[in-house]
């Protein structure tokens, strides 16, 4: 009967391995197969682990070296051509962990992980579908307004006396409006986007279900490949910053609802059009640290200028309290202790992320930025101290 796999031969040959066996021809392989048949044994089937190399011969020394270039320069490549992959792969990962205090408390609730998974991703559905359903045709209707009044926008592009006008005069608004739907080219590359888009957010939920559901074997996973000795003090301080992750997003998100709802009501009293699209854009754009709100304030504040000057000079003040509001007393409230970062250290960490990743990087910056300064305060200042 054939050995298996895993079960040399009695003569340290496998039976499913280069046979026809001959020891005159492989000559000192045949001795080596001798003693390899010596120290299999049946809890070792195949052999115990050999002494380290000599990392001090030059050769290692030079092989590393040269080995370690290609390998970085290689790695450098693979990252340049999977950029936008990687992206997605990073930004499901971070919602896993922003989703893993929810699935957390549900499990020491008693409830298998599997179905607080389920819960979970249940409850999000049905209230992104729920909102959709409700806020769906209000879009439609404003933007349908929105796309009627377009001609009387342009027209008062064109009349130097509107602001409109001189706004555009000085910005070339309407060149730029014109030249990036004129064509069918652009209308294609529209449509190339949005496809683009809605297939990158269905890959997105699709990653972010199974990080969900496979987080416990990931973490052990990442653990396995610290050495034993630090293990312990790596997985303090790695659940440390997963829990600063998952609060920052759960609480980010909680703020971000309040703005958007507290700018639609604001909207819906001064009568404001297009309320409900810009109390949408308000709520997303505030999920971006310190830019988002500052944008979504301006954008609010000029469509408020359609209707008055006093409404105009209202909303300003209106966002100018929120924003207060929202830094001294809906932040430290909501995401309390999650993440302890300088305001000039927020403020660069958004516009590091957001030059080198765009908008992913904008949305991710505060949370690598806390777990950056909480590797530095528990590693490496200890070890500055004391060299």
Not at 114 to 121: C, D, E, G, I, N
Not at 349 to 375: D, E, K, R, S, T
């Given at each position: 009967?054939?050995?298996?796999?895993?079960?040399?031969?009695?003569?340290?040959?496998?039976?499913?391995?280069?046979?026809?066996?001959?020891?005159?021809s492989e000559g000192p392989v045949a001795q080596a197969e001798a003693e390899a048949a010596q120290i299999s044994e049946s809890d070792q089937p195949l052999g115990t682990i050999g002494e380290r190399f000599d990392r001090r011969s030059p050769f290692l020394i030079g092989m590393a070296a040269a080995g370690g270039v290609a390998v970085t320069y290689g790695l450098v490549l693979v990252v340049v051509g999977l950029r936008e992959v990687l992206i997605l792969i990073g930004l499901a990962l971070f919602i896993a962990i922003g989703l893993e205090p929810l699935v957390s408390w549900l499990v020491d609730r008693r409830l298998p992980r599997w179905l607080a998974v389920t819960a979970v991703f249940v409850a999000a559905v049905g209230a992104i579908g729920g909102f959709l359903t409700a806020a769906i045709?209000?879009?439609?209707?404003?933007?349908?307004?929105?796309?009627?009044?377009?001609?009387?926008?342009?027209?008062?592009?064109?009349?130097?006396?509107?602001?409109?006008?001189?706004?555009?005069?000085?910005?070339?608004?309407?060149?730029?409006?014109?030249?990036?739907?004129?064509?069918?080219?652009?209308?294609?590359?529209?449509?190339?986007?949005?496809?683009?888009?809605?297939?990158?957010?269905?890959?997105?939920?699709?990653?972010?279900?199974?990080?969900?559901?496979?987080?416990?074997?990931?973490?052990?996973?990442?653990?396995?490949?610290?050495?034993?000795?630090?293990?312990?003090?790596?997985?303090?301080?790695?659940?440390?910053?997963?829990?600063?992750?998952?609060?920052?997003?759960?609480?980010?998100?909680?703020?971000?609802?309040?703005?958007?709802?507290?700018?639609?009501?604001?909207?819906?009293?001064?009568?404001?059009?297009?309320?409900?699209?810009?109390?949408?854009?308000?709520?997303?754009?505030?999920?971006?640290?310190?830019?988002?709100?500052?944008?979504?304030?301006?954008?609010?504040?000029?469509?408020?200028?359609?209707?008055?000057?006093?409404?105009?000079?209202?909303?300003?003040?209106?966002?100018?309290?929120?924003?207060?509001?929202?830094?001294?007393?809906?932040?430290?409230?909501?995401?309390?202790?999650?993440?302890?970062?300088?305001?000039?250290?927020?403020?660069?960490?958004?516009?590091?992320?957001?030059?080198?990743?765009?908008?992913?990087?904008?949305?991710?910056?505060?949370?690598?930025?806390?777990?950056?300064?909480?590797?530095?305060?528990?590693?490496?200042?200890?070890?500055?101290?004391?060299?």
């Amino acid at each position: 009967m054939p050995a298996s796999s895993s079960d040399p031969a009695a003569d340290g040959h496998h039976h499913l391995a280069g046979q026809p066996h001959d020891d005159e021809s492989e000559g000192p392989v045949a001795q080596a197969e001798a003693e390899a048949a010596q120290i299999s044994e049946s809890d070792q089937p195949l052999g115990t682990i050999g002494e380290r190399f000599d990392r001090r011969s030059p050769f290692l020394i030079g092989m590393a070296a040269a080995g370690g270039v290609a390998v970085t320069y290689g790695l450098v490549l693979v990252v340049v051509g999977l950029r936008e992959v990687l992206i997605l792969i990073g930004l499901a990962l971070f919602i896993a962990i922003g989703l893993e205090p929810l699935v957390s408390w549900l499990v020491d609730r008693r409830l298998p992980r599997w179905l607080a998974v389920t819960a979970v991703f249940v409850a999000a559905v049905g209230a992104i579908g729920g909102f959709l359903t409700a806020a769906i045709p209000v879009v439609v209707a404003q933007a349908t307004q929105l796309v009627a009044k377009v001609p009387d926008y342009l027209r008062q592009a064109q009349d130097h006396n509107s602001w409109l006008g001189q706004l555009n005069e000085r910005l070339h608004l309407q060149q730029a409006i014109e030249n990036s739907l004129s064509g069918g080219a652009g209308l294609l590359n529209a449509g190339v986007a949005v496809f683009g888009a809605l297939t990158n957010l269905g890959i997105l939920v699709v990653l972010t279900v199974y990080f969900v559901a496979d987080l416990p074997r990931i973490r052990v996973a990442l653990y396995r490949l610290v050495p034993n000795s630090r293990r312990p003090r790596a997985i303090l301080i790695g659940d440390e910053i997963c829990a600063k992750v998952g609060g920052y997003v759960l609480g980010n998100l909680v703020i971000s609802v309040i703005a958007g709802v507290l700018t639609l009501v604001w909207l819906l009293i001064f009568d404001v059009p297009y309320a409900v699209l810009l109390a949408i854009g308000v709520a997303v754009l505030d999920l971006i640290p310190v830019v988002g709100s500052v944008i979504g304030g301006a954008v609010v504040s000029l469509v408020a200028l359609t209707v008055s000057l006093p409404a105009f000079l209202a909303t300003i003040g209106f966002v100018l309290a929120y924003r207060f509001a929202e830094d001294y007393l809906l932040v430290p409230r909501i995401i309390g202790s999650a993440v302890k970062v300088p305001a000039l250290v927020t403020v660069v960490a958004v516009l590091l992320g957001g030059a080198l990743l765009g908008v992913v990087g904008a949305l991710i910056a505060i949370p690598v930025a806390a777990a950056a300064l909480l590797l530095a305060d528990e590693v490496l200042y200890p070890r500055l101290d004391r060299a």
